[in-house]
Nanobody
Framework: QVQLVESGGGLVQAGGSLRLSCAPS????????MGWYRQAPGKQRELVAV???????NYADSVKGRFTISRDNAKNTVYLQMNSLKPEDTAVYYC??????????WGQGTQVTVSS
């Protein structure tokens, strides 16, 4: 079964940067949307950013101007460049992929911790 493999999380000081990556362990055909969600302790999972197959992007208001989502369609890989990180960005970040056939895949999550 295909899994999404995330990397790039870690501990960083406020104001720092991290880059998350996510790629499938096998083939996924006809990917439509690729995105990142996050879940902080005691909170619901929320959308951070999403990018369509055509390159259109959408961001949560809280990360606009600081985070940038991008994708490499040849590698079926999605990235999240996170700059000017704040302690409130601390969460487990999950990669999400949706195909045109409405199949959804989730990554296992990667921890991002921003210290003040």
């Amino acid at each position: 079964q295909v899994q999404l493999v995330e990397s790039g999380g870690g501990l960083v000081q406020a104001g720092g940067s991290l880059r998350l990556s996510c790629a499938p362990s096998g083939s996924i055909f006809r990917i439509n949307l690729m995105g990142w969600y996050r879940q902080a302790p005691g909170k619901q999972r929320e959308l951070v950013a999403v990018i369509s197959s055509g390159g259109s992007t959408n961001y949560a208001d809280s990360v606009k101007g600081r985070f940038t989502i991008s994708r490499d369609n040849a590698k079926n890989t999605v990235y999240l460049q996170m700059n000017s990180l704040k302690p409130e960005d601390t969460a487990v970040y999950y990669c999400n992929v949706k195909t045109f056939a409405s199949t959804v895949y989730w990554g296992q999550g990667t921890q991002v911790t921003v210290s003040s």
